[in-house]
């Protein structure tokens, strides 16, 4: 499902496939400047034989935007436990209530592109990782797998190494018998790009820091000879896929480190004599180590110590400095992609962060046109939200169910949490799309709701946000049996954010969804 739905989207169109029911859904891109008032890097030191040095200040450090140096304006050293008061987190809501900050570790099995033999020898590593811990893990961490068909939450955040052990073992890994089929390429790209923009979209609402942590081999690379031999307006359109994933990443502060159980080691993207990029950090071929590298982590390949390197990626993710400056110049059309590099003064020392930023930006289309024909991008949020287990919380939201008539139920969010324009004096709107499904306790869908609610009020007394800042939208849905599940999603179309929950109807460990990836 996941690789039909981002077919429709971001490669159907590419590929000339016609896959799902948002073909004709795309419309013309547009494109906005915009500027960065404050560029935020995480930085991991590490010097000679690849150990973590944390005792850095920060003039210690050089930062170059297109070779030219920048003023550091605020310096952190982000080691510690994942709270000072190392408190239990068990769910992505008691992350964002206790520890909103903290940064947390997002550990992927990929079974998309991965051999049998090597997802065995993942779930080996990991495991023998895991249990090198204490109990209680450095830092909130969620365990997900993903293959062609969908995005699999096994563990939602914890710091209990039980609950991640226990998730793993529950988990029965589907036999990938595509892995070697050239016809089986597209889904492959489709499922991994969906799940990358999954994990972005779902965190972005946390602002600490994420380590994604992806074991397997990823989407397989194009190179450039073949890149050459597409139509001009498909490798534009290839690359514009790429970018806004990568942005997407960055922009929900996630950097990516992946582990190839068994591949070989790739070309090294290519540098000038000063060490920095040429262009964007694609050039001509687009592969997923480019894409790790992009958001500032590393990709490992054909090593026997896959515990090692998934500690030492954790590791990044605990043990960092967080820099930031406000760049001199941003707009220049003629270099659209912004590097950067860190520079350390040490030469023995040396600077992992994410390569750079986009200055263009495509804008979102209007949820619907004159026609009332759904966008692209609405139906491709909106399936992927639906079709997860995930909390999203760009959106901040509460559920409440109506214990005098089950079906109804209210969603409860913050109106400071969602853009409004003026409509006239004293008025503003926004607009919301929310999507209400429900399913049995096997994952199939029984009942489905959507709809484009236009929200006005009147200004408050500063004449610049509603009056009022509570927000109640208001829905039904059957939950008789046999609806186990209900999934709620609500996505900000003036800017894309989404928020999504589910309520349960039945003992949540009764169910057999293999949106939980359990047996």
Same mark, same amino acid.
Request: hydrophobic fraction near 40%; proline fraction near 6%.
């Given at each position: 499902?996941?690789?039909?739905?981002?077919?429709?989207?971001?490669?159907?169109?590419?590929?000339?496939?016609?896959?799902?029911?948002?073909?004709?859904?795309?419309?013309?891109?547009?494109?906005?400047?915009?500027?960065?008032?404050?560029?935020?890097?995480?930085? %991991?030191?590490? !010097?000679?034989?690849?150990?973590?040095?944390?005792? +850095? =200040?920060?003039? &210690?450090?050089?930062?170059? @935007?297109?070779?030219?140096?920048?003023?550091?304006?605020?310096?952190?050293?982000?080691?510690?436990?994942?709270?000072?008061?190392?408190?239990?987190?068990?769910?992505?809501?008691?992350?964002?209530?206790?520890?909103?900050?903290?940064?947390?570790?997002?550990?992927?099995?990929?079974?998309?592109?991965?051999?049998?033999?090597?997802?065995?020898?993942?779930?080996?590593?990991?495991?023998?990782?895991?249990?090198?811990?204490?109990?209680?893990?450095?830092?909130?961490?969620?365990?997900?797998?993903?293959?062609?068909?969908?995005?699999? %939450?096994?563990? !939602?955040?914890?710091?209990?190494?039980?609950?991640? +052990? =226990?998730?793993? &073992?529950?988990?029965?890994? @589907?036999?990938?018998?595509?892995?070697?089929?050239?016809?089986?390429?597209?889904?492959?790209?489709?499922?991994?790009?969906?799940?990358?923009?999954?994990?972005?979209?779902?965190?972005?609402?946390?602002?600490?820091?994420?380590?994604?942590?992806?074991?397997?081999?990823?989407?397989?690379?194009?190179?450039?000879?073949?890149?050459?031999?597409?139509?001009?307006?498909?490798?534009?359109?290839?690359?514009?896929?790429?970018?806004?994933?990568?942005?997407?990443?960055?922009?929900?502060?996630?950097?990516?480190?992946?582990?190839?159980?068994?591949?070989?080691?790739?070309?090294?993207?290519?540098?000038?004599?000063?060490?920095?990029?040429?262009?964007?950090?694609?050039?001509?071929?687009?592969?997923?180590?480019?894409?790790?590298?992009?958001?500032?982590?590393?990709?490992?390949?054909?090593?026997?110590?896959?515990?090692?390197?998934?500690?030492?990626?954790?590791?990044?993710?605990?043990?960092?400095?967080?820099?930031?400056?406000?760049?001199?110049?941003?707009?220049?059309?003629?270099?659209?992609?912004?590097?950067?590099?860190?520079?350390?003064?040490?030469?023995?020392?040396?600077?992992?962060?994410?390569?750079?930023?986009?200055?263009?930006?495509?804008?979102?289309?209007?949820?619907?046109?004159?026609?009332?024909?759904?966008?692209?991008?609405?139906?491709?949020?909106?399936?992927?939200?639906?079709?997860?287990?995930?909390?999203?919380?760009?959106?901040?939201?509460?559920?409440?169910?109506?214990?005098?008539?089950?079906?109804?139920?209210?969603?409860?969010?913050?109106?400071?949490?969602?853009?409004?324009?003026?409509?006239?004096?004293?008025?503003?709107?926004?607009?919301?799309?929310?999507?209400?499904?429900?399913?049995?306790?096997?994952?199939?869908?029984?009942?489905?709701?959507?709809?484009?609610?236009?929200?006005?009020?009147?200004?408050?007394?500063?004449?610049?946000?509603?009056?009022?800042?509570?927000?109640?939208?208001?829905?039904?849905?059957?939950?008789?049996?046999?609806?186990?599940?209900?999934?709620?999603?609500?996505?900000?179309?003036?800017?894309?954010?989404?928020?999504?929950?589910?309520?349960?109807?039945?003992?949540?460990?009764?169910?057999?969804?293999?949106?939980?990836?359990?047996?």
């Amino acid at each position: 499902m996941i690789a039909r739905i981002l077919s429709c989207f971001l490669i159907a169109a590419f590929f000339t496939a016609t896959l799902a029911s948002a073909q004709d859904l795309q419309s013309p891109a547009e494109t906005l400047h915009i500027t960065a008032p404050l560029v935020l890097l995480d930085v %991991v030191v590490t !010097d000679d034989k690849g150990a973590i040095v944390n005792n +850095l =200040s920060k003039d &210690d450090f050089l930062v170059y @935007e297109n070779k030219s140096q920048q003023t550091i304006q605020s310096f952190e050293h982000q080691q510690s436990l994942s709270s000072q008061a190392n408190l239990p987190i068990s769910s992505t809501a008691e992350l964002d209530r206790q520890e909103p900050n903290a940064p947390v570790s997002i550990i992927v099995l990929d079974e998309i592109n991965t051999l049998f033999e090597d997802e065995a020898f993942a779930r080996y590593s990991l495991k023998k990782y895991l249990n090198t811990q204490s109990d209680t893990l450095l830092q909130p961490t969620m365990l997900v797998a993903v293959n062609l068909e969908r995005f699999m %939450v096994l563990r !939602d955040y914890t710091t209990s190494k039980k609950e991640i +052990l =226990s998730a793993l &073992d529950h988990h029965l890994v @589907e036999f990938p018998w595509h892995a070697k089929a050239a016809s089986w390429k597209l889904p492959q790209y489709a499922a991994a790009f969906a799940s990358l923009m999954e994990v972005a979209q779902a965190t972005a609402g946390h602002p600490g820091h994420k380590n994604m942590i992806w074991v397997g081999r990823g989407f397989p690379a194009i190179n450039e000879t073949v890149m050459q031999s597409l139509p001009v307006e498909t490798q534009d359109a290839i690359h514009s896929s790429i970018d806004l994933c990568t942005n997407a990443l960055r922009d929900a502060r996630v950097t990516m480190y992946t582990i190839d159980p068994a591949g070989i080691n790739p070309a090294p993207i290519p540098t000038d004599e000063n060490g920095f990029l040429a262009d964007d950090p694609f050039g001509g071929n687009v592969d997923f180590e480019a894409m790790a590298q992009a958001t500032g982590g590393k990709s490992y390949h054909g090593r026997n110590d896959v515990d090692h390197l998934i500690d030492g990626s954790v590791q990044a993710g605990i043990d960092f400095y967080t820099l930031s400056y406000v760049p001199a110049q941003v707009n220049d059309a003629a270099k659209p992609f912004r590097n950067i590099r860190v520079v350390m003064k040490n030469p023995a020392l040396h600077a992992t962060t994410r390569e750079g930023y986009f200055t263009q930006k495509a804008a979102l289309e209007p949820a619907e046109d004159a026609k009332g024909n759904l966008s692209s991008r609405l139906v491709f949020d909106l399936s992927i939200a639906g079709s997860s287990m995930m909390v999203y919380d760009s959106l901040p939201m509460t559920i409440e169910r109506d214990p005098a008539a089950p079906d109804n139920f209210r969603i409860h969010i913050q109106a400071s949490d969602i853009p409004w324009q003026s409509a006239g004096p004293q008025q503003v709107t926004s607009e919301l799309t929310l999507l209400v499904e429900s399913f049995d306790k096997k994952g199939k869908i029984l009942n489905r709701s959507a709809r484009i609610q236009h929200l006005q009020s009147k200004t408050n007394a500063a004449g610049t946000a509603p009056q009022s800042n509570a927000l109640i939208l208001a829905t039904t849905i059957p939950t008789q049996p046999p609806a186990a599940r209900i999934r709620f999603v609500v996505r900000v179309n003036a800017n894309g954010k989404l928020g999504a929950d589910n309520v349960f109807l039945i003992d949540r460990k009764t169910l057999s969804d293999p949106t939980f990836g359990a047996r």
